[in-house]
């Protein structure tokens, strides 16, 4: 079960990686990001995906933009993480 929490947070991190770069340097392809995040071009494209589907991102003729609504997320994202934690470590002492 953990496994599986483990590897979600992993995605989720490399979301918020896409996502943060394509607000920093938009707008901005594919190619460009993958060299950016040292990563393979399916996963940033997978991550593109995702975010788009979410609304944090969307497509321009020149590349991914963010949204009004990424802005928002990361206006509070360390506030959500730190809630995030604290849910954790109720859980640890819970053990």
């Known amino acids: 079960m953990l496994e599986k929490m483990k590897d979600e947070i992993e995605l989720v991190c490399r979301h918020l990686e896409v996502a943060r770069a394509v607000a920093d340097h938009q ?10 995040l040292e990563q393979p ?21 020149d590349g991914a933009v963010a949204t009004a609504r990424a802005v928002e ?16 470590e109720t859980m640890k002492r819970d053990a």
């Open 41 to 61: 071009s399916h996963r940033i494209r997978y991550s593109l995906h995702v975010l788009e589907q979410l609304g944090y991102i969307r497509a321009s003729p």
């Open 27 to 36: 707008p901005i392809g594919i190619m460009k990001l993958s060299e950016l």
């Open 73 to 88: 997320l990361f206006g509070h994202l360390n506030e959500d993480l730190d809630e995030l934690v604290r849910m954790l």
